[in-house]
Every structure is written in structure tokens, then in C-alpha cells.
């Protein structure tokens, strides 16, 4: 997975941060990056409301889920996962990019454009192993592994500099630094 | 592994055809193809949702990627919401064929071509009492039936199609 270009939204939908790491994704205009996120931010919320019935759901079993979560965060010490997008866009898929969306608790969008995955015939591959996880969610785990450290490098270099203001566009040569050394 | 449904929108962005697949138990000793409703919610804001998100990443897709770089267009070709993955395929006439799925189903685009070149092509296309254009004009809009695809044939064949695929259940 080759990493293209990470965003950075902010909760209102504007684009607070953008780095094109590796070439491969056409180059727009400043104003068009502005839309571009605006339009991902819009699609998200529409999203959200076309799978209302999948958020009652995890409900069902109360006391199970409570054991359950009890016994998460005393493994991880993490109330809840970093990751609040449960009923939104999550990915993307296009014959020539994937695009991963993260979002944070407040709000916050990380989007990563990576190169696409090789095409899997699902079909071929059910027959030999039924319980077997697709592999584009393997992907999306892959994914979320880079999101992680760049949400801690976020927190870590751009929440605690003391000249960043708050929803205001990144601009810290150190942030930058930091994003590439995890890519 | 589930197949939720199938639509169909044609250039007008019209949901042409709707059909939705229910999985619950009760249903299965009855006659498979009757299973799920055919053409309910073509008018919901559910379609119409789906339509405005299909449109907007299709143009986010093709944006991204420099025309002179690609030989081919970008094309979409599957997007997650949540547990639901959905496939999409758009045939050169601009009509979009559109499978929402479980998360784990990961490339129906042959699945898509299938159902465009043997089963729309079959039954809409070279049947010549199908019409051409499923758009309701404006002053047609009490004879709601045009702009659906009811053609029995095509109904029955791509039950049975999509049904026989080892993704299906």
C-alpha cells in the first residue's frame, strides 16, 4: 500500500492539512482541494443517515455489552476506539486509488488516498475459505494502522503548539516532518 | 456474505429498478424468487441518497486523477458505509447498476457486467416492447409505471442470477 496524499478536516468540513506524499494523484487547484473536502465531508454526513437501522443494533444484549466493554478497557485502558466512524463513508474504492476516511471523536477527518488494491475475484476465493475476511477490510485495518499514529502525531505536534489556533489551517514544519517519517 | 440488493439508475438519475433481498428465515421455504419487494422504494429519500453519494465520489474519482496520465477514466468501482459495502458499475449509456453488500464481499464488478450485457441487454434492450427511455415526462407523472422496470423476464432472471452465487447467502 503506497500512500498518495493525506488530508486533514476539520469538524466543519473545511481542509485544515493536506501533504501529497507520493506523486500519482492528479494536482488541483487549491480552491478545487477546498471542495474536494467539503464534498467528502457532505457525502460522510449524507452516509450517516442512510444506515440509521445499523446504530440500534449493537444495543441488543446490554449487560453483554457492558461486560464486554469493561473488559476492553482494562486491556487497552481506552474507553472507546479512536475511530468514531461507524456509519459513515469509510472507504473508497476506484480502479486507480482506495480512500480511507478516519474520523475522530471531535469531529476531525483524516483522509488518506493510497494506491489501489490488487483486484480480487471474491467469488474464487469464498470456496476456498468461508470464514475468511475480505481483503479489502484487511486493507482498511492496514489503513487504520497508519491513521492511529497519525492521529498520536496530531495530538502530539499540532494540538499542544501553543501558535496553533483551533479549525485553522496546519502549518508546522514539524508536523510535517513527523507525517512523513511515518509514512 | 449477503447480497442486500440490487438498483438500477438510469442517465436521468431515475431509480429504474429496485430490488431488495430479505434474508430472514420465514421467507426461505417460500418460492425463492418472490422473496424481498421488487420495485417499492425506487421514489424513497433512501435512493435518492444513494444516487446524490454515488454522483458526488464518481466526480471525486475522476477528479483526482489526471486525464492524460490514465488511459482509461478512473472509474468508481465500491464504497463502504458502515457495514454495507456497494458496488457500482456504470455502463457507457451512463446507466449505473448498483449491489449493496455485506462488508466482505470485495470485486462484483464482473458480477455488475454480468447483469448489464446478459440480463438488461437480454430483456430491457432487445425486448421491443420495453421502452428506451424509463423518464417520466412531467405531464406523465400519474402513470408512475413507465419509468420502472417491470418486465417480468428480466425480474425473474436476475433473481435466479444473483441467487446462484455462492456470495448470495
Known amino acids: 500500500m503506497k500512500v498518495y496524499s493525506i488530508y486533514i478536516l476539520n469538524k466543519a468540513g473545511g481542509l485544515i492539512y493536506q501533504n501529497d506524499v507520493n506523486p500519482g494523484l492528479n494536482r488541483l487547484t487549491a480552491n478545487d482541494y477546498l471542495v474536494l473536502a467539503g464534498t467528502l465531508h457532505g457525502v460522510h454526513a449524507i452516509a450517516s443517515r442512510l444506515t440509521p437501522a445499523l446504530n440500534g443494533r449493537d444495543t441488543t444484549n446490554p449487560t453483554e455489552s457492558h461486560s464486554n466493554k469493561n473488559a476492553a478497557i482494562l486491556s487497552t485502558g481506552k474507553v472507546q476506539d479512536a475511530n468514531s466512524n461507524k456509519s459513515g463513508l469509510q472507504s473508497i474504492e476506484t480502479d486507480l486509488f482506495n480512500l480511507y476516511i478516519f474520523q475522530t471523536l471531535t469531529g476531525i477527518k483524516f483522509i488518506l488516498v493510497t494506491s489501489p488494491n490488487p483486484v480480487v475475484h471474491n467469488l474464487q476465493q469464498i470456496n476456498r475459505e468461508l470464514t475468511n475476511r475480505g481483503e479489502l477490510s484487511k486493507q482498511y485495518d492496514q489503513a487504520n494502522e497508519v491513521f492511529k499514529h497519525l492521529y498520536i502525531v496530531y495530538s502530539d505536534y499540532v494540538m499542544k503548539d501553543p501558535f496553533y489556533s483551533l479549525d485553522m489551517p496546519i502549518k508546522s514544519s514539524l508536523f510535517d516532518m513527523k507525517v512523513k517519517e511515518i509514512i | ?169
Open chain 2, 1 to 169: 456474505m449477503t447480497i442486500y440488493s440490487f438498483h438500477i439508475f438510469d442517465r436521468h438519475c431515475n431509480c429504474i429498478y429496485n430490488r431488495e433481498y430479505s434474508h430472514s428465515s420465514s421467507d426461505n421455504n417460500n418460492n425463492s424468487t418472490t422473496v424481498g419487494i421488487v420495485n417499492k422504494n425506487n421514489d424513497s429519500n433512501g435512493s435518492k441518497l444513494l444516487f446524490g453519494i454515488l454522483y458526488s465520489l464518481k466526480s471525486m474519482s475522476s477528479k483526482l486523477i489526471d486525464e492524460e496520465t490514465s488511459p482509461i477514466p478512473n472509474a468508481l468501482k465500491s464504497f463502504t458505509l458502515g457495514k454495507f459495502r456497494i458496488h457500482y458499475f456504470e455502463s457507457l449509456t451512463n446507466l449505473k447498476f448498483i449491489l449493496i453488500t455485506d462488508i466482505n464481499i470485495d470485486n462484483l464488478q464482473h458480477i455488475l457486467w454480468e447483469l448489464y450485457s446478459n440480463y438488461y441487454i437480454k430483456n430491457c434492450i432487445q425486448n421491443s416492447l420495453s421502452p428506451i427511455e424509463f423518464k417520466i415526462s412531467d405531464d406523465l407523472k400519474e402513470n408512475e409505471l413507465t419509468g420502472k422496470i417491470n418486465n417480468h423476464n428480466f425480474i425473474h432472471q436476475t433473481d435466479q442470477f444473483l441467487q446462484s452465487l455462492s456470495v448470495f447467502n
